[in-house]
């Protein structure tokens, strides 16, 4: 990927999208324009809040400050293109998997192959856009937000399928951490010439390690990345990568593709700092990042040492499976609360800790501390439930657009699933639309706290 802090150009990048709105901020001007604010401070950050005004561009027909942003975002990526979100990679990926069902024959229902832990978003997708989805089991399921789909599985399932997809989607990193063989995965795609996308919401970085592993490098076709998850960017700013190989059509239609899904009012808050992030990755962001990483590692290392065992996962992840040392991730979760830490997921057996090189050394040492006075106790037994596999008994777009009823979840088996609930994290859904609750699925909405759900209802009256 070029990276202009290693040789794609000495200049200073420019911020288009900064430098119109702090001139307009300076300019003393009149707002008779929305917001409301006028620029007003109430909250703080109304000064910089704008709409599509004159000079300002327009996001999804962009040609002038943002179109140059995005022109800046797709050097730094590698990309055709990269397109900005304002409203998460939620949008992203409603955008992938319309332009991908735009490949499915005339008069045939889009068809799209993808790994059973896609988040909800995706299930929200398939649903807006009436899209039939056949999903992808790993051989050992180890966790619901795990689905490692090897390239001899997906080729195995080209070979065996008399129905030829749009696309194959995938989620990696997982929220685990765990990071698919998207090189391999992506060759299968393309011997089948079937478009590879990723929902990469975790690893925007990805791109900027030593070696890449971003999956537009390697070899995927789409992929949606959340900036604001590991990059220096504000809640709801993320990208959507169309890459060099990708069909013609997927970049000219990418941005009617967003604006079919998106808000007529994105944040010019959140542009703002997408654009800033294209400097702050320009200056030198690589060389942070590994050194960083070098101190995530020695922290890795120091935990394995005092008994909590760091799974395998990327870079900017520390995942420890608390059950082995005889914690729930919630107990551990509480410990580092009460010491002033957030962590950003955790379950009956996982605690998920999400660091960026924006986390100061001191936190790191901070965070040490915590599992230094954690005694190493007699493991916790878990049952290992997750979903199984089973045919839909409505489509999607038909269950969630039912008329539905919510229910307790202890009543709901044998009944159809209408809205697929979980919290998020990990918003990964345990039961799909369309698909007969089960007994094991009762167990697990109960492991994660999940007391209702939404299922179509069978009394037709009103």
Not at 170 to 195: E, H, N
Not at 375 to 399: D, S, Y
Request: hydrophobic letters at 40%; one cysteine or more; glycine letters at 6%.
């Amino acid at each position: 990927m070029c990276r202009y802090d290693e040789g794609c150009g000495k200049r200073r990048m420019k911020t288009p999208i900064v430098d119109f709105v702090r001139g307009y901020m300076d300019s003393d001007i009149s707002r008779f324009h929305m917001p409301g604010h006028k620029g007003k401070v109430f909250l703080g950050p109304e000064p910089y809040d704008i709409t599509e005004i004159g000079g300002a561009d327009v996001l999804y027909s962009a040609e002038g400050i943002i179109a140059e942003s995005e022109d800046n975002a797709s050097a730094l990526f590698g990309t055709a293109h990269t397109f900005y979100s304002a409203e998460g990679s939620t949008l992203a990926i409603k955008a992938m998997l319309m332009l991908a069902s735009s490949l499915a024959p005339v008069g045939e229902r889009p068809l799209i192959l993808a790994g059973r832990n896609a988040h909800k978003a995706f299930i929200y997708g398939a649903a807006l856009l009436d899209i039939d989805v056949e999903w992808l089991y790993p051989e050992n399921a180890e966790h619901l937000c795990a689905c490692n789909i090897d390239a001899q599985s997906l080729e195995s399932h080209f070979a065996s399928s008399g129905r030829k997809p749009c696309a194959v989607y995938i989620t990696s990193p997982d929220y685990l951490g765990r990071i698919a063989d998207v090189r391999a995965l992506a060759g299968v795609c393309q011997k089948y010439s079937v478009p590879l996308l990723v929902d990469n919401a975790h690893g925007a970085y990805l791109g900027f390690l030593e070696a890449s592993l971003h999956p537009i490098e390697l070899g995927a076709c789409m992929c949606a990345d959340s900036a604001h998850k590991t990059l220096p960017v504000l809640t709801g700013g993320a990208y959507l990568h169309v890459s060099k190989n990708a069909p013609r059509a997927f970049l000219e239609n990418a941005r009617h593709a967003l604006s079919l899904f998106a808000s007529t009012s994105p944040s010019y808050v959140i542009l703002q700092s997408l654009d800033m992030c294209n400097r702050y990755i320009s200056e030198g962001y690589s060389e942070r990042l590994a050194s960083f990483i070098s101190l995530v590692n020695k922290v890795k290392e120091r935990l394995l040492l005092l008994g909590f065992a760091p799974e395998e996962s990327e870079p900017l992840k520390i995942v420890l499976n608390t059950a082995k040392c005889g914690y729930t991730g919630e107990e551990v979760c509480a410990h580092l609360r009460a010491k002033g830490m957030e962590a950003e997921f955790c379950d009956d057996e996982y605690i998920v800790l999400m660091l960026t090189p924006e986390n100061s050394e001191a936190e790191l040492l901070r965070l040490v501390s915590v599992f230094e006075a954690l005694p190493i106790r007699a493991p916790i037994k878990t049952e290992r439930i997750v979903p199984e596999k089973r045919n839909a008994a409505m489509t999607i777009r038909a269950a969630m657009l039912s008329r539905q009823e919510i229910i307790p979840v202890t009543e709901a088996q044998g009944r159809i699933c209408a809205s697929p609930t979980v919290s998020c994290p990990p918003a990964v859904p345990i039961v799909v639309s369309g698909e007969v609750i089960t007994e094991r699925d009762v167990k697990l909405f109960q492991r994660y706290g999940v007391e209702k759900i939404a299922v179509v209802k069978q009394d037709k009256t009103f």
